[in-house]
């Protein structure tokens, strides 16, 4: 069964200081292109002749798997993490107890961006259920998620996110990032969580 698109999360038209041209061709080439990516891996796999295939086919197959197959989820967490709204409920009262407010959660999550500026990868906020806490993290290459943790927003900083809006001012795509984080979707993914 071949992955498909999900609709765009968020309205493309209503990012403030973002464009709607980067936003769909966002959507369109890099969240497309990984999901056409991994269909045609996927095919690959289940036409590779286990097990007996070669090891550097199985290992470049499976390894570009897990990078489309995550590029695609991640996509979707950050066109989801689009759409200026607070935190309420239990996702709000974490902030507190992990993080001593959403303000300070918002500086970290924003200067490990900052941070990514000229680089690439993602800046996550997850949760993690193993110590009941929630935590920024950074994931490269569309991996290294943090083990069984989930992530509730999303952050790309890889340059297709922001160069044709922003040109090298990668801070400046952190700023309007973060003026427009959905934190109403965080706290409803979070409120989903069992246990959470
Ligand atoms: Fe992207």
């Known amino acids: 069964m071949p992955y498909e698109l999900k609709p765009l999360a968020c309205d493309p038209g209503a990012i403030a200081g973002m464009s709607e041209k980067i936003i769909v061709s966002h959507y369109e080439n ?23 295939a070669p090891v550097f086919a199985i290992n470049g197959l499976k390894r570009e798997q897990m990078v489309a197959m995550n590029s695609m989820l991640l996509h979707e967490v950050f066109f989801d993490s689009l759409g200026a709204s607070q935190a309420s409920g239990a996702l709000a009262a974490r902030f507190d107890t992990d993080f001593g407010g959403v303000d300070k959660w918002a500086a970290q999550f924003a200067a490990m961006g900052k941070a990514l500026g000229g680089g690439s990868g993602w800046v996550l906020l997850a949760w993690s259920p193993r110590d009941g806490r929630l935590i920024n ?7 290294g ?26 801070g400046a795509y952190v700023d309007a990032f973060m003026n427009n984080a959905n934190l109403a979707a965080a706290s409803r993914k979070f409120a989903a969580l069992a246990g959470a």
Do not use: C
Not at 30 to 52: C, T
Not at 146 to 169: C, I, Q, R, V
């Open 30 to 52: 890099n969240y497309g292109g990984a999901v056409k990516r991994l269909n045609a891996i996927e095919a690959q796999l289940a036409a590779l002749d286990w097990p007996a």
């Open 145 to 170: 998620n943090l083990a069984g943790a989930t992530p509730l927003l999303a952050l790309d900083m890889y340059e297709h996110s922001y160069h044709m809006d922003f040109g090298a001012k990668a």
């Open 137 to 143: 993290t950074w994931a490269a290459d569309h991996t």
